[in-house]
């Protein structure tokens, strides 16, 4: 049974920081792609980061210089480091476990909120 528990979030004042992580399991978690994804409420879904199995790493520009994703192989766990948190980063993350550009595992859902 496969399955991404995620881990973190919760409630921050601007500026602050937060990490979520995600523990899968069930899968040979080292060849997927993992990524973040979030949706605030009323918005679409947004791709935040990812990393592959080389390591590389993408962000949406939003975020870029405040978020950092990373992978442990060793722990089968993908970590989303957020800094200098603002308001509009409030939503729903969810991870997500990616072959060949298919969302196939996602995660429970955390939420962060951050307030002003």
């Known amino acids: 049974q496969v399955q991404l528990v995620q881990s973190g979030g919760g409630l921050v004042h601007s500026g602050g920081s937060l990490t979520l992580s995600c523990a899968a399991s069930?899968?040979?978690?080292?060849?997927?792609?993992m990524v973040w994804y979030r949706q605030a409420l009323g918005k679409k879904r947004e791709l935040v980061a990812g990393?592959?199995?080389?390591?590389?790493?993408n962000y949406v520009d939003s975020v870029k210089g405040r978020f950092t994703i990373t992978r442990d192989n060793a722990k089968n766990t993908v970590y989303l480091q957020m800094t200098s948190l603002k308001p509009e980063d409030t939503a729903v993350y969810y991870c997500?476990?990616?072959?060949?550009?298919?969302?196939?595992?996602w995660g429970q859902g955390t939420q962060v909120t951050v307030s002003s």
């Open positions: 997500n476990a990616e072959i060949g550009g298919a969302e196939l595992y």
């Open positions: 069930g899968i040979d978690f080292s060849v997927y792609r």
């Open positions: 990393i592959n199995r080389f390591r590389d790493t």
